[in-house]
């Protein structure tokens, strides 16, 4: 079965220091893949995306994420984290199945960003 | 946010009773989605539709219904709500091109 997981379910990071959230995933082809971010009380935001091409892209806010076909791997980096990124963080897989669209989502990361 | 709405946002009933979340949208999308987010579990598809009237079920579509009948409203009935459908309920919209997703403000139903 297609599935996504995201090994941490914390983080906690100091302000200005790197980050990489993980994400990998299960499907028998390449999917569409995606990381949301969600603030506290709010609907989910998308960062960025990859549907082919370049495996590096690049998102709002300062992000990045690198596609590994090899490692099944879609990680979101970000080279230095400021105090407003404090949310939690999905990463989805699109799937088109059955015939139709679907979004399947990891369990995400909540990001905690020390001062 | 895309042209999203859901209703209401917040809500508490009791258990037994139904309950109907909408989801509108102006977007002229043809995919809408219900997901539940719970901790620990991320988001959880639920049902989702293709078309009007065309609709299936997601991943944990037990207990839930849902209806089409115009493009731009996507309705999510509780039949007998239960405690363990105590959730944020989201909405999302689509296009064919592929699968990406807008989100809704979200709904919080609590079941007591």
């Known amino acids: 079965a297609q599935s996504v997981t995201q090994p941490d379910i914390h983080i906690t990071v100091s302000e200005g220091a790197s980050l990489e959230l993980r994400c990998n995933y299960s499907?028998?082809?390449?999917?569409?893949l995606f990381w949301y971010v969600q603030s506290p009380g709010q609907g989910l935001q998308l960062l960025l995306k990859?549907?082919?091409?370049?495996?590096l892209v690049q998102g709002i806010k300062g992000f990045e994420a690198e596609f590994k076909r090899s490692q099944s791997s879609f990680n979101l980096r970000k080279p230095s984290v400021h105090w407003s990124d404090a949310a939690e963080y999905f990463c989805?897989?699109?799937?088109?199945?059955?015939?139709?669209?679907?979004?399947?989502f990891g369990a995400g990361t909540r990001l905690a960003v020390h001062p | 946010d895309a042209g999203i709405t859901q209703s209401p946002r917040h809500k508490v009933t009791e258990t037994g009773t139904p309950v109907t979340l909408r989801c509108h949208q102006t977007?002229?999308?043809?995919?809408m989605y219900w997901y539940r987010q719970d901790p620990g579990h991320g988001l959880r598809l639920i049902h989702y539709?293709?078309?009007?009237?065309?609709?299936d079920k997601g991943e944990v579509s037990d207990g839930y219904s849902v209806s089409r009948s115009k493009t731009e409203d996507f309705l999510l009935t509780l039949e007998s709500a239960t405690s363990s459908q105590t959730s944020v309920y989201f909405c999302?919209?689509?296009?064919?091109?592929?699968?990406?997703?807008?989100f809704g403000q979200g709904t919080r139903l609590t079941v007591v």
């Open positions: 977007e002229n999308h043809r995919y």
């Open positions: 990859y549907f082919s091409g370049d495996t």
């Open positions: 989805a897989v699109g799937l088109f199945s059955g015939g139709y669209n679907k979004l399947i």
């Open positions: 539709s293709y078309g009007v009237k065309d609709t």
């Open positions: 999302a919209i689509g296009t064919d091109m592929n699968t990406e997703a807008f």
């Open positions: 499907y028998g082809a390449t999917p569409y």
